[in-house]
T-cell receptor, first 113, second 114 residues
């Protein structure tokens, strides 16, 4: 069975600091990778996704993620965070043909002014 | 606006009662899903449905039941057999069952035991 690990449970950054959130998955076949964000009081929404092609994918609000197949990783990055990026971030994976997602445990990001 | 509507937002249940959480979508999506979110555990899949009149168990289906009589509706019943039902429940949908289709989520229902 596939699994997803997010090692950073709670991250606190000052505004303008750079962000990198780790995500590792365990599955040897073809995968689709997602990052979702849950802002306080809002529903879960898609930040970015990787299916194939360029392993560096760009999403909304200046976020990007890099798929490194050899490391089974899909880390999320942002060069300069803003206070409005305070949220919980979830990495998720499914296999090539099945839509049901396996989520990581989430990383709570707190950005201070 | 198209989207997923979950109701109610907050739900309280007495011990031994079954409760049903509503999920409706007007996105014309074939696939629908129910997840449970607990602090520190992320989202775990309860049930999913690829098409009307069909559904499959997810990772934590025990104590739950679903139906999919209409494309737009996928209600979840939390039965008295679910030993720890207090959680945040999220409904989602995707265009098809294909793995490269992102899921769209509702606002969730928070269930508490009185």
């Amino acid at each position: 069975a596939q699994s997803v690990s997010q090692h950073n449970h709670h991250v606190i950054l000052s505004e303008a600091a750079s962000l990198e959130l780790g995500c590792n998955y365990s599955y040897g076949g073809t995968v689709n990778l997602f990052w979702y964000v849950q802002y306080p009081g809002q529903h879960l929404q898609l930040l970015l996704k990787y299916f194939s092609g360029d392993p560096l994918v760009k999403g909304i609000k200046g976020f990007e993620a890099e798929f490194i197949k050899s490391k089974f990783s899909f880390n999320l990055r942002k060069p300069s965070v803003q206070w409005s990026d305070t949220a919980e971030y979830f990495c998720a994976v499914n296999t090539g043909t099945a839509s049901k997602l396996t989520f990581g445990t989430g990383t709570r990001l707190q950005v201070t002014l | 606006d198209g989207g997923i509507t979950q109701s109610p937002k907050y739900l309280f249940r007495k011990e031994g009662q079954n409760v049903t959480l509503s999920c409706e979508q007007n996105l014309n999506h074939d696939a629908m899903y129910w997840y449970r979110q607990d602090p520190g555990q992320g989202l775990r899949l309860i049930y999913y449905s690829q098409i009307v009149n069909d559904f499959q168990k997810g990772d934590i289906a025990e104590g739950y039941s679903v139906s999919r009589e209409k494309k737009e509706s996928f209600p979840l019943t939390v039965t008295s057999a679910q030993k720890n039902p207090t959680a945040f429940y999220l409904c989602a949908s995707s265009i098809t069952v294909s793995g490269n289709q992102p899921q769209h989520f509702g606002d969730g229902t928070r269930l508490s035991i009185l």
